[in-house]
């Protein structure tokens, strides 16, 4: 586990985020480089309890490691966000601090899930010049999802959106009133695997899978617990938004007006994209997708890693990732 200076900055509509800097053992030797978590978590999603996680490869590579907390973390006040609002406010305020307080004016990122599609709708508007290489896992520009997680989305949102205007998947550890507790029963009547009760939420929430972010068997009992104070409030307007992308094939905007798939884009930023082939939240073909649509613009530019045992956010918290993801991941950023 690892220690962070922390940096606010105030998104370009006005709402207070903050990056955290990881607090290295020794000087850097290379520029900057942001990670970027996904929807309901926070940054501390990067920092897994193993032996080793992917900033300390980050740390050992020589890069200067930040983390963007934006609005979607779980670190801030309950709100209710699209990938839109996201892409034009947070991550360009994030890259312009980073630039600022560093005095790089190019930098990499390392994006997660929303974090990734809501910077890819950044980098395809052209609002993050600065960011020369971007390393993808498990969505981008192409959401796909299993036959059942549509079903699911389209019409259980419409049914949640009754109750709440948020689910929060702690709600499987800590149920403070009768619409939570609701809710809990049901996870529990429907999710039987052998998970801790926050990560059959977190099942129930994301996805159809059992579990539906990780295998099991990729993960360390320690990691297991811990994810447990990493989860926490989503809105059902980000499932509004993403169902729209979904029926699309690629990422639209939240109005549905712009299919940021036919559009071509505002980087000159080059992708590695990765997925874990057992995820069932976002399918791989996903990544596969994405990959194609930027190998046919630019043929030989990106590159795509697809990893047979692995899942959505194992990529990032497996207790092998550390010799099986992320030397991948640090030879992409290096190229």
Same mark, same amino acid.
């Given at each position: 586990?690892?220690?962070?200076?922390?940096? !606010?900055?105030?998104?370009?509509?006005?709402? &207070?985020?903050?990056?955290?800097?990881?607090?290295?053992?020794?000087?850097?030797?290379? %520029?900057?480089?942001?990670?970027?978590?996904?929807?309901?978590?926070?940054?501390?999603?990067?920092?897994? !309890?193993?032996?080793?996680?992917?900033?300390?490869?980050?740390?050992?590579?020589?890069?200067?490691?930040?983390?963007?907390?934006?609005?979607?973390?779980?670190?801030?006040?309950?709100?209710?966000?699209?990938?839109?609002?996201?892409?034009?406010?947070?991550? !360009?305020?994030?890259?312009?601090?980073?630039?600022?307080?560093?005095?790089?004016?190019?930098?990499?990122?390392?994006?997660?899930?929303?974090?990734?599609?809501?910077?890819?709708? /950044?980098?395809?508007?052209?609002?993050?010049?600065?960011?020369?290489?971007?390393?993808?896992?498990?969505?981008?520009?192409?959401?796909?999802?299993?036959?059942?997680?549509?079903?699911?989305?389209?019409?259980?949102? !419409?049914?949640?959106?009754?109750?709440?205007?948020?689910?929060?998947?702690?709600?499987?550890?800590?149920?403070?009133?009768?619409?939570?507790?609701?809710?809990?029963?049901?996870?529990?009547?429907?999710?039987?695997?052998?998970?801790?009760?926050?990560?059959?939420?977190?099942?129930?929430?994301?996805?159809? %899978?059992?579990?539906?972010?990780?295998?099991?068997?990729?993960?360390?009992?320690?990691? =297991?617990?811990?994810?447990?104070?990493?989860?926490?409030?989503?809105?059902?307007?980000?499932?509004?938004?993403? /169902?729209?992308?979904?029926?699309? %094939?690629?990422?639209?905007?939240?109005?549905?007006?712009?299919?940021? &798939?036919?559009?071509?884009?505002?980087?000159?930023?080059?992708?590695?994209?990765?997925?874990?082939?057992?995820? =069932?939240?976002?399918?791989?073909?996903?990544?596969?997708?994405?990959?194609?649509?930027?190998?046919?613009?630019?043929?030989?530019?990106?590159?795509?890693?697809?990893?047979?045992?692995?899942?959505?956010?194992?990529?990032?918290?497996?207790?092998?990732?550390?010799?099986?993801?992320?030397?991948?991941?640090?030879?992409?950023?290096?190229?």
């Amino acid at each position: 586990m690892h220690d962070f200076e922390v940096f !606010p900055f105030t998104s370009l509509d006005g709402f &207070g985020c903050n990056l955290w800097r990881l607090k290295s053992v020794s000087t850097p030797t290379k %520029g900057p480089v942001l990670l970027v978590h996904g929807a309901g978590v926070r940054s501390n999603v990067f920092n897994a !309890p193993n032996e080793k996680n992917l900033l300390d490869s980050l740390e050992e590579a020589g890069y200067d490691v930040w983390l963007e907390n934006w609005r979607g973390s779980i670190l801030f006040p309950e709100n209710e966000w699209n990938l839109d609002i996201v892409a034009n406010n947070d991550h !360009p305020a994030a890259v312009e601090a980073v630039c600022r307080l560093t005095g790089y004016d190019k930098i990499k990122a390392v994006i997660h899930c929303q974090g990734s599609t809501s910077f890819m709708i /950044s980098a395809m508007k052209g609002l993050v010049p600065q960011v020369t290489t971007i390393v993808s896992n498990a969505v981008s520009l192409h959401p796909v999802v299993s036959t059942a997680s549509n079903i699911k989305i389209k019409s259980l949102v !419409p049914v949640v959106k009754l109750m709440t205007n948020y689910l929060n998947p702690h709600w499987g550890k800590d149920a403070p009133d009768f619409k939570s507790k609701m809710f809990r029963s049901l996870v529990n009547l429907t999710h039987w695997e052998n998970d801790t009760s926050v990560g059959k939420f977190v099942s129930f929430t994301y996805g159809v %899978g059992h579990p539906a972010l990780w295998e099991l068997n990729n993960l360390t009992d320690t990691t =297991k617990d811990w994810i447990q104070e990493e989860f926490g409030f989503v809105p059902l307007t980000f499932f509004d938004h993403i /169902s729209k992308s979904i029926s699309a %094939g690629a990422l639209v905007s939240a109005d549905g007006k712009i299919n940021y &798939g036919a559009s071509v884009p505002k980087t000159s930023a080059r992708f590695a994209f990765f997925a874990g082939r057992l995820n =069932k939240c976002f399918s791989y073909q996903s990544q596969v997708n994405t990959f194609n649509y930027f190998d046919q613009l630019k043929p030989g530019c990106h590159k795509l890693h697809v990893y047979d045992t692995y899942s959505h956010l194992d990529i990032f918290m497996g207790k092998d990732a550390y010799t099986d993801i992320f030397p991948a991941m640090i030879n992409e950023l290096n190229n």
